[in-house]
């Protein structure tokens, strides 16, 4: 059976993931969000402190200490994840530019600007600058404006919209007079497209889709309307699209439903929905967004040592449902062979508990508990034991699923690491060779 999966992805998924690594602006994209794994790591880690008071209890030093200090444990999180989208920007620019051999600072400027021209705005209600849309919120535009940005960069470079200086001009004057003309037509299309998005379909540019998928997610409180909702999120995040860009949509929902289910737990009451935010984290993404526990696992019984190192450093988040380090670190965003078991396998694993949930076989949840990590936060959710069934079905099901598409792209780590340990001894032989022939003897 599984020679026969990697028959099939040999000669169909391959192929499309040495298109995808050639596409400029998909590997733009792949390149921009793996830069960004450091801070994703290290905010995410940031948020596991939270979870120990509630493990070992409030009255005790570690535990009033940790309390009395998340500010200042959330900084890395706060200015990481709240800016990710600028970040982005900046490095899509960056990647973009670079591949059409562009005026890197050029690129980056206009990226930047172009970004920030659809995405921030002042707060009706306090007036303040809002930078809402700098976080995750705002990643669709920070990946669609820079690339748009230096697309017309590069056109006003080929139809010659620029100022030539004289020769003798120092290059980074003439760079700079170059800028003018572009900067007035990029700054110019961003901001008439801010306009329309605001005066025509009120509402500013990275709100556009939430009407899109308002339909698709209406249904939420049936498992088959949860399985949709499982499987946009799983597919924007392959894509490198957060999913909380759906948030302005589901959060409502959930929140009302729990509301609801509280009320009912209180009167002693049948619970009416299975769709909270005690739901998602603890079952639908158990050990993170598409259930990548399987992934990790392997990985750290890989062969390949960089695959290793990536399950090292996945797993503490992973057990706290956490999974950006493996996503933007094996890496699974934007890498077509881990699309079926990541997408697919993800959003029927997600979705078991629904429909567990739907057939009594599992308590509905009224209490969004704290990071308190796997297995316990889902019977914390709905007080039923079943939950760590709940959640040994996905995490058995999750290390079947990641087997066979793990085992192929292990082989292509080994290959190209036998290939760079191949170049540097060569390298190493043939300097050793320069060196006897210059017979250095004192």
Request: charged share 15%.
């Amino acid at each position: 059976m599984f020679k026969k999966i990697e028959s099939f992805m040999n000669k169909y998924l391959l192929p499309l993931a040495h298109k995808v690594d050639k596409q400029k602006h998909l590997s733009a994209i792949k390149k921009s969000m793996v830069a960004m794994t450091p801070l994703i790591m290290i905010g995410s880690l940031c948020l596991i402190p939270e979870a120990i008071p509630n493990l070992i209890g409030q009255e005790n030093p570690i535990s009033v200490w940790i309390m009395n200090n998340l500010d200042t444990i959330y900084l890395p999180f706060t200015y990481g994840m709240g800016f990710m989208s600028l970040y982005v920007a900046a490095s899509i620019a960056y990647n973009l530019g670079k591949s059409y051999n562009m005026n890197i600072p050029g690129c980056l400027s206009m990226g930047i600007i172009a970004f920030l021209l659809v995405t921030l705005y002042n707060d009706p209600e306090t007036g303040e600058l809002s930078v809402k849309y700098l976080s995750t919120k705002g990643l669709i535009m920070g990946m669609l404006a820079p690339m748009l940005a230096v697309e017309l960069y590069r056109w006003c470079l080929k139809k010659k919209f620029t100022i030539k200086m004289p020769e003798g001009v120092p290059d980074f004057v003439s760079s700079s007079f170059e800028m003018i003309p572009v900067s007035v037509i990029v700054i110019g299309s961003f901001l008439a497209f801010r306009l329309f998005s605001v005066n025509v379909l009120g509402c500013m540019p990275p709100e556009i889709l939430t009407p899109v998928l308002a339909p698709l997610l209406g249904a939420l409180d049936s498992p088959f309307g949860f399985f949709v909702n499982q499987f946009l999120s799983c597919l924007l995040f392959f894509f490198g699209i957060h999913p909380s860009v759906m948030s302005p949509v589901t959060s409502p929902i959930s929140n009302q439903f729990l509301a609801e289910n509280q009320a009912a737990h209180m009167a002693g009451q049948a619970l009416p929905h299975f769709y909270t935010g005690g739901m998602v984290s603890p079952f639908a993404n158990f050990t993170g967004t598409g259930i990548t526990i399987g992934l990790v696992i392997w990985c750290l019984r890989s062969r390949a040592k960089s695959q290793r190192t990536v399950g090292k450093v996945s797993l503490i988040p992973t057990l706290f449902g956490i999974n950006e380090p493996i996503l933007f670190g094996a890496p699974i965003v934007l890498n077509p062979i881990f699309f079926i078991p990541y997408v697919i396998g993800g959003s029927i694993l997600g979705s078991i508990p629904a429909f567990m949930m739907h057939f009594g076989l599992l308590n509905k949840s009224w209490f969004n508990p704290p990071y308190v990590g796997v297995f316990l936060e889902g019977f914390l959710a709905t007080g039923d034991w079943r939950a760590i069934i709940a959640n040994l079905i996905q995490l058995v099901g999750s290390i079947i699923i990641w087997y066979p598409f793990f085992k192929l792209y292990e082989k292509e780590e080994l290959k190209a690491e036998k290939s760079n340990t191949e170049e540097i001894q060569a390298i190493s032989k043939e300097d050793e060779a320069l060196l006897d022939d210059l017979d250095l003897d004192f």
